[in-house]
T-cell receptor, first 116, second 118 residues
Framework: AQKITQTQPGMFVQEKEAVTLDCTYD???????LFWYKQPSSGEMIFLIY??????QNATEGRYSLNFQKARKSANLVISASQLGDSAMYFC?????????????FGQGTRLTINP | GAVVSQHPSRVICKSGTSVKIECRSL??????MFWYRQFPKQSLMLMAT?????????EQGVEKDKFLINHASLTLSTLTVTSAHPEDSSFYIC??????????????FGNGTRLTVT
């Protein structure tokens, strides 16, 4: 079963608008972390933001915020005031459990294109 | 902090040859390293998890004899694609973990290696 689901293969947004990238997850572990990464065309994985399963407040990092709805198992990324440089692939990912170094499981990704 | 270096960034090799990819943690000791593979326009798929000083754990469907992983030190892991074929052409990317943190720490990635087998 897919643990991380991103249902938007592509998104097109006008510059300076806000955009929401969807992510739903599936886990039975009470301890987990949700991450968003940006992958530009050059290929590197850039960590953007993190939300822990026990966090009471939604995470924010500059123009990035995470809309965490635990009961619905969703962790959507919101980018405010989008810029041309935001055009990239965006991946939602999850780490589970309390034991040691756990792997990251990725969603399918969303290709975001910012139009001038 | 948490810088991961991967080399080479790009390699072209002939079918039947072997290629070695290095992943180094530059400013921390990486107890665990993860190797991912990414086909064009697809997600990152975990190939294997390597722990320093022990054998790697491979994901289901990944050929151990084809993708040799060595994690001989706390700062270096290598992935060797043996007897490469065109279908092995892909983007390979590593990530490293100090091993002490749990689910609430991001993994930091190398810049990836684009392998083309002709």
């Amino acid at each position: 079963a897919q643990k991380i689901t991103q249902t938007q293969p592509g998104m097109f947004v006008q510059e300076k608008e806000a955009v929401t990238l969807d992510c739903t997850y599936d886990t039975s572990d009470p301890s987990y972390g949700l991450f968003w990464y940006k992958q530009p065309s050059s290929g590197e994985m850039i960590f953007l933001i993190y939300q822990g399963s026990y966090d009471q407040q939604n995470a924010t990092e500059g123009r990035y915020s995470l809309n965490f709805q635990k009961a619905r198992k969703s962790a959507n990324l919101v980018i405010s005031a989008s810029q041309l440089g935001d055009s990239a692939m965006y991946f939602c990912a999850m780490r589970e459990g309390m034991r040691g170094a756990q792997k990251l499981v990725f969603g399918q990704g969303t290709r975001l294109t910012i139009n001038p | 902090g948490a810088v991961v270096s991967q080399h080479p960034s790009r390699v072209i090799c002939k079918s039947g040859t072997s290629v070695k990819i290095e992943c180094r943690s530059l400013d921390f000791q990486a107890t665990t390293m993860f190797w991912y593979r990414q086909f064009p326009k697809q997600s990152l798929m975990l190939m294997a998890t390597s722990n320093e000083g022990s054998k790697a754990t491979y994901e289901q469907g990944v050929e151990k004899d084809k993708f040799l992983i060595n994690h001989a030190s706390l700062t270096l892991s290598t992935l060797t694609v043996t007897s490469a074929h065109p279908e092995d052409s892909s983007f390979y990317i590593c990530s490293a973990s100090p091993g002490q943190e749990l689910y609430n720490s991001p993994l930091h990635f190398g810049n990836g290696t684009r392998l083309t087998v002709t």
